[in-house]
């Protein structure tokens, strides 16, 4: 199985955990979509929606998602509330396979 492999659910479901382990099993790179876009911001996901709102969050979630969906066997734990956008769900639809 290769692309990349997207997990979804609620906040605090347990994506990041499972998304770690399933990534050392299959030997691939891991990476937490929140905590990438803090890394490319500099500032917490609380900061950026205290500054940018929900809009300018769920912009740069869908930019990086954009980004992630590009690398071919990467692991990716999404944020809560990604599936909330048509074009993240089209993005993760298309890109690789999506994990409940």
């Known amino acids: 199985m290769s692309g990349p ?3 979804v659910g609620m906040p605090g479901s347990g ?7 399933l990534a050392q099993r299959l030997g691939r790179p891991f990476v937490d979509a929140d905590k990438e876009i803090e890394a ?5 996901v609380a900061t ?3 500054i940018e709102g929900e ?3 769920r912009d740069r979630e869908t930019r ?25 769900r089209r993005i993760l639809r298309e890109s690789g396979r999506v994990l409940y």
């Not at 994506?15 to 382990?21: A, H, I, P, Q």
């Not at 490319?40 to 917490?44: A, E, K, L, N």
């Not at 944020?79 to 048509?86: E, F, N, Q, T, Y």
């Open 64 to 88: 990086v998602l954009q980004s992630l969906a590009g690398q071919p066997d990467v692991i990716v734990a999404t944020g809560g509330g990604c599936v909330l956008r048509p074009v993240n």
């Open 40 to 44: 490319r911001c500099g500032v917490s």
């Open 48 to 50: 950026i929606f205290d």
């Open 55 to 57: 809009r300018g969050f």
């Open 15 to 21: 994506k990041s955990t499972v998304g770690r382990r």
């Open 5 to 7: 492999i997207f997990l």
